[in-house]
């Protein structure tokens, strides 16, 4: 098992590569068996910074016109949320009536998503739809249902393929956990 230290912290390799990428797969599968043939262009939505290399990797194996929008939240501070969502920028393109897919690096307590979907809302989208890399069944909030899951993790601090601690670590290509006994 490899190990990384990032700061103060040592994580282990939880998610090998390969996996992450046959998660994909599966996902992406599950989107195009959705979209496929639409005849309007929806819009994938990246949510920077975490979200980066899912987006990229979904978009990669997407089988129908779609059109990238962007736009920058954040909550977490160290290895924790804050609860408040914070929009460091906005959306990059107009939404209105547009069907919308979030796409998430990870939802945990939910809050971002909700936060999300509300700002799409004010910006007049017609659907949307959240598709997550990562979810934590554990800790996100029962009311909330993304409409499509890689992988579900439980409720342990991760960091690589586009997530974070204190802004370091995304360029990890496997995904790892916080190694409590080191
Ligand atoms: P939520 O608002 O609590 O659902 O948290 C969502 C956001 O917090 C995600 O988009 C991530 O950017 C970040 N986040 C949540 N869990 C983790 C984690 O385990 N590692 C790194 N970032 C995380
Ligand atoms: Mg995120």
Not at 27 to 51: H, M, Q, W, Y
Not at 58 to 78: A, Q
Not at 110 to 128: F, P
């Amino acid at each position: 098992m490899e190990r990384v230290k990032l700061f103060d912290k040592t994580f282990k390799t939880f998610i090998p590569n390969e996996e992450i990428e046959k998660a994909i797969d599966n996902v992406a599968e599950k989107v195009n068996a959705d979209f496929r043939g639409c005849t309007d262009i929806p819009i994938l939505l990246c949510v920077l910074n975490g979200s980066i290399m899912f987006t990229a990797e979904l978009m990669k194996r997407l089988e129908f016109n779609c059109e990238l929008v962007s736009i920058k939240l954040t909550s977490y501070c160290g290895t924790e949320s804050t609860g408040k969502v914070r929009q460091a920028m906005g959306l990059t393109a107009g939404i209105k009536g547009r069907r919308v897919i979030i796409v998430e690096d990870i939802v945990d307590s939910g809050n971002t998503i909700l936060e999300l979907q509300k700002i799409l809302a004010d910006h007049g989208a017609a659907a949307s739809y959240i598709c997550t890399m990562l979810l934590k069944p554990e800790s996100c909030r029962k009311d909330l249902h993304p409409d499509y899951v890689a992988m579900e993790i439980p409720n342990d601090f991760i960091v690589g393929f586009g997530l974070d601690y204190n802004e370091i670590g995304r360029n990890l290509k496997d995904i790892y956990v916080l190694d409590p006994e080191a």
